[in-house]
């Protein structure tokens, strides 16, 4: 079984600057996240998908964080304009249903400079 | 947002020795508890997952669930170098949404 695929793996920005990040998730697998995980810290969700609704952003900083699962399958994250707090790792997960184990990508490491 | 707390470590133990980490979580509804492992620069993978107060045992790994407490813990038998790792306990909250702890730092120790 394939696992989730993230892309790029690392991506350097200079503040202001807009950066999208790309998931496809494991096969069949109905819910999708995204997380932001800061040196140190554990991941902190951002954003939940079920097929291609939102489920929960309540954490997504929306003046400059967006995302969407057109056709529930894959999904973008979007950073315009970012800010040096945004420096993180962004992960995306993947799960059958909610309540089952998530599976995470490799991550995008962002640096913004 | 729900609470999930975590020694940030780092722990030490020696090679062949039980390593016991520990978590404790504030919302009293939560049913599902999984620890994951993540390595230096990976992403965090699942390790275990358990859902009825006790103990569950895989390999070398248990994870104990004690939901009067609210606490849940993950017990690492024989431990060796690859064990290494941050261990990142995660607790749903609600139906659908997981919280993580900050992570417990484990060396192991040749």
């Known amino acids: 079984e394939a696992g989730v695929a993230q892309s790029p793996r690392y991506k350097i920005i200079e503040k202001r600057q807009s950066v999208a990040f790309w998931c496809n998730p494991i096969?069949?697998?109905?819910?999708l996240y995204w997380y932001q995980q800061i040196l140190g810290q554990g991941p902190k969700l951002l954003i939940q998908?079920?097929?291609?609704?939102?489920?929960?952003d309540s954490q997504l900083p929306k003046d400059r964080f967006s995302a969407e699962r057109l056709k529930g399958v894959d999904s973008t994250l979007k950073i315009q304009p970012a800010k040096l707090e945004d420096s993180a790792v962004y992960l995306c997960?993947?799960?059958?249903?909610?309540?089952?184990?998530?599976?995470f990508g490799d991550g995008t490491r962002l640096s913004i400079l | 947002q729900k609470e999930v707390e975590q020694n940030s470590g780092p722990l030490s133990v020696p090679e062949g020795a039980i390593a016991s980490l520990n978590c404790t979580y504030s919302?009293?509804?939560?049913?599902?508890f999984f620890w994951y492992r993540q390595y230096s620069g990976k992403s965090p993978e699942l390790i275990m997952s358990?859902?009825?107060?006790g103990d569950k045992e895989d390999g070398r790994f248990t994870a104990q669930l004690n939901k009067a407490s609210q606490y849940v813990s993950l017990l690492i038998r024989d431990s060796q170098p690859s064990d290494s790792a941050t261990y990142l306990c995660?607790?749903?909250?609600?139906?659908?949404?997981?919280?993580f702890g900050q992570g417990t730092r484990l060396t192991i120790n040749p």
């Open positions: 096969s069949g697998h109905a819910t």
């Open positions: 997960a993947s799960s059958s249903q909610g309540s089952q184990p998530q599976h």
């Open positions: 919302d009293r509804g939560s049913q599902s």
């Open positions: 358990i859902y009825s107060n």
């Open positions: 995660a607790v749903n909250e609600g139906a659908q949404k997981l919280v």
């Open positions: 998908f079920q097929n291609n609704g939102v489920v929960d």
